[in-house]
């Protein structure tokens, strides 16, 4: 199995300041004034342009197509979207999806526009989402949740683990926005990670994914298996982000030929020649980061 994983995709959309009220003013601002221009119109239309010209299995998409969970954001994410959007996605809100409780009530605004490619619901108490692709499963968690500003951590409800564990078989991959592991060089404020993920990583010892997706810090890495999370980690954040001296950005493709045998390539956007080419990867053993 071949699949594409992109994410944090954050769609560049004009909204006038006027429309907008409470974190919404100061998420934008900051959104507009010092992030804008890292995600460039040319670059992500050679994404979805080298996205539409590969072959591939499933796409993954883990999170964060908006700012600030407007409604024209999600209007526009789904227009960019759109050229490859079909049976073989897979996709998941991120914490900016969610960003104020207008996005969920009274309706749930990134399912509004994206519910056909986001699996079936398989629980009626939490967010557990399944999609069968080439007879393996797909499993999508919600971390995400309206905070105050200045917050963009995560939580999972431990039971959410032990109920998707009744539905699944031994292979299965994991998609989640917050990142259950960072490196030693990019590790996350208490304000910003998944508050408990090490509870989390210890729930999936159990039945552990083929592979973790996940997206939210814009950096990419690849952690290899290992004792406390014996499968592999892939953040693919930020796909549609310039890199700088701080942020590796781009996308991954994994080739998939059994638990064991996986091929992983990071594809990163080069400036110059205005393309999405194949590049180093960025791969972890587990003892030089954290869970």
Same mark, same amino acid.
């Given at each position: 199995?071949?699949?594409?994983?992109?994410?944090?995709?954050?769609?560049? *959309? !004009?909204?006038?300041?006027?429309?907008?009220?409470?974190?919404?003013?100061?998420? /934008?601002?900051? /959104?507009?004034?010092?992030?804008? &221009?890292?995600?460039?119109?040319?670059?992500?239309?050679?994404?979805? #342009?080298?996205? &539409?010209?590969?072959? /591939?299995?499933?796409?993954?998409?883990?999170?964060?197509? *908006?700012?600030?969970?407007?409604? %024209?954001?999600?209007?526009?994410?789904?227009?960019?979207?759109?050229?490859? =959007?079909?049976?073989?996605?897979?996709?998941?809100?991120?914490?900016? +999806?969610?960003?104020?409780?207008?996005?969920?009530?009274?309706?749930?605004?990134?399912?509004?526009?994206?519910? $056909?490619? !986001?699996?079936? #619901?398989?629980?009626?108490?939490?967010?557990?989402?399944?999609? !069968?692709?080439?007879?393996?499963?797909?499993?999508?968690?919600?971390? @995400?949740?309206?905070?105050?500003?200045?917050?963009?951590?995560? /939580?999972?409800?431990?039971?959410?683990?032990?109920?998707?564990?009744?539905?699944?078989?031994? +292979?299965?991959?994991?998609?989640?926005?917050?990142?259950?592991?960072?490196?030693?060089?990019?590790?996350?404020?208490?304000?910003?990670?998944?508050?408990?993920?090490? $509870?989390?990583?210890?729930?999936?010892?159990? &039945?552990?994914?083929?592979?973790?997706?996940?997206?939210?810090?814009?950096? @990419?890495?690849?952690?290899?298996?290992?004792?406390?999370?014996?499968?592999?980690?892939?953040?693919?954040?930020?796909? *549609? %982000?310039?890199?700088?001296?701080?942020?590796?950005?781009?996308?991954?493709?994994?080739?998939? %030929?059994?638990? &064991?045998? !996986? +091929?992983?390539?990071?594809?990163?956007?080069? =400036?110059?020649?205005?393309?999405?080419?194949? *590049?180093?990867? =960025?791969?972890?053993?587990?003892?030089?980061?954290?869970?």
């Amino acid at each position: 199995m071949k699949i594409v994983h992109i994410s944090d995709l954050h769609f560049p *959309t !004009m909204i006038p300041f006027l429309s907008l009220k409470g974190k919404s003013i100061i998420g /934008y601002a900051n /959104y507009y004034l010092r992030r804008r &221009k890292k995600h460039d119109l040319t670059l992500i239309q050679n994404l979805i #342009s080298y996205i &539409k010209n590969t072959e /591939y299995d499933a796409l993954v998409i883990s999170g964060d197509l *908006t700012n600030v969970s407007e409604e %024209r954001e999600f209007a526009a994410a789904r227009n960019w979207l759109d050229p490859i =959007l079909d049976a073989r996605t897979f996709i998941i809100p991120g914490n900016h +999806d969610r960003y104020k409780r207008e996005s969920l009530h009274p309706e749930l605004k990134f399912e509004k526009y994206f519910s $056909e490619f !986001m699996g079936t #619901s398989v629980s009626s108490e939490y967010y557990i989402r399944k999609k !069968m692709i080439q007879g393996t499963a797909f499993i999508g968690w919600d971390s @995400n949740r309206p905070l105050p500003i200045a917050k963009a951590n995560g /939580y999972l409800d431990p039971n959410i683990p032990k109920e998707t564990f009744k539905i699944i078989g031994n +292979d299965y991959f994991l998609v989640c926005h917050h990142p259950i592991w960072n490196p030693g060089n990019y590790l996350e404020s208490n304000g910003h990670k998944m508050v408990n993920r090490r $509870e989390i990583a210890e729930l999936l010892l159990e &039945k552990p994914p083929l592979i973790y997706f996940h997206g939210h810090s814009h950096s @990419n890495w690849v952690k290899a298996p290992g004792k406390l999370a014996p499968y592999y980690i892939l953040n693919s954040a930020s796909s *549609t %982000r310039f890199s700088d001296s701080s942020h590796a950005c781009g996308f991954h493709i994994v080739n998939v %030929r059994d638990s &064991k045998n !996986m +091929d992983i390539k990071r594809i990163s956007y080069h =400036l110059l020649s205005e393309t999405f080419t194949e *590049t180093d990867l =960025l791969l972890f053993e587990e003892d030089r980061g954290e869970i």
